[in-house]
């Protein structure tokens, strides 16, 4: 069988790299920048970048983790909701995934025979894909997302490498880390000189 692969199937740890690797590279130089500008040893600019990575890569994972998680619930629960209304009124489901096949473009004749055999197969994956949009590609994985953040986090993916990844132009991927990047790392400087100036 021809097997066709999308990049959409991988937006489930993708998002979270490209998070992680932003944050990553962002926040660490940030904060290097900020403590090198106000005049830290360097031994000092040692422990305060390992202890950044460190942090960072476990905040990273663990509010990816948090975060994913919670939406994995709620997609738990409103199959959970589904199920129990196919339990409950069987027909009225299947004129609901009718009229979302009709909205869709289909003849009411060919929405009910599409209807019909896709609830005859799975009712419940029927309705999770075409009426929640819930589907295997894009169903929250928690532990996926918190290993692809803090992985990133760590190895500083550039936006390039994750918008090839996802299958989206390089460039503005590219430049949005460079214009963001480069904000964050003038204020942290900032912060860092004006400390600086009042510690000396």
Do not use: C
Request: proline share 2%; charged share 15%.
């Amino acid at each position: 069988m021809h097997r066709e692969r999308h990049s959409i199937e991988r937006i489930g740890w993708l998002r979270a790299a490209v998070l992680g690797a932003n944050d990553g590279i962002v926040s660490t130089a940030s904060l290097l920048l900020g403590v090198a500008a106000a005049s830290a040893s360097h031994s000092t600019l040692m422990i305060a970048g390992v202890a950044g990575w460190v942090a960072g890569a476990m905040s990273m994972a663990t509010g990816e983790y948090v975060s994913v998680s919670s939406q994995a619930d709620t997609e738990k629960a409103a199959l959970a909701e589904e199920q129990a209304e196919l339990l409950e009124d069987y027909p009225g489901e299947f004129r609901e995934l009718t009229s979302i096949y009709v909205h869709r473009g289909l003849d009411p004749a060919l929405a009910r025979q599409v209807a019909e055999k896709l609830m005859a197969h799975d009712a419940l994956e029927a309705h999770a894909r075409d009426e929640l949009g819930i589907s295997s590609a894009t169903r929250a994985r928690p532990l996926q997302a918190a290993l692809a953040s803090a992985l990133s986090f760590s190895l500083g993916v550039l936006g390039g490498i994750a918008a090839k990844t996802g299958g989206a132009l390089i460039l503005p991927g590219v430049a949005r880390i460079l214009i963001w990047s480069a904000l964050a790392m003038a204020v942290s400087s900032g912060v860092g000189l004006l400390f600086g100036v009042t510690a000396g």
